[in-house]
């Protein structure tokens, strides 16, 4: 997932990349690097933007947490719900 917007132009030996990154999950973190390495290659050359553009890796993952509604123990779970 990481190296995808550097296979992507083509670019992946030539390059070589450290990074830190704190928070989140596994997943979150792979995604935030490869949105990071994809900005960066974008601003070293304006050639490499629509390959990354088309494969989406330019644009931020939008979905966040759904907050806690009052009355319910979620986001969408319901207390049980009693007849009598």
Known sequence: VVTQPLNI????DSY???IIVKGGGLS??????RLGIARALNQV???FR???KEAGFLTRDAREVERKKYGQPGARKKFQFSKR
């Open 45 to 47: 050359s304006a050639d």
């Open 9 to 12: 132009v083509g670019q992946r």
């Open 28 to 33: 979150g973190q792979a995604g935030a690097i």
């Open 16 to 18: 070589d990349i450290s």
């Open 50 to 52: 629509p390959a990354l």
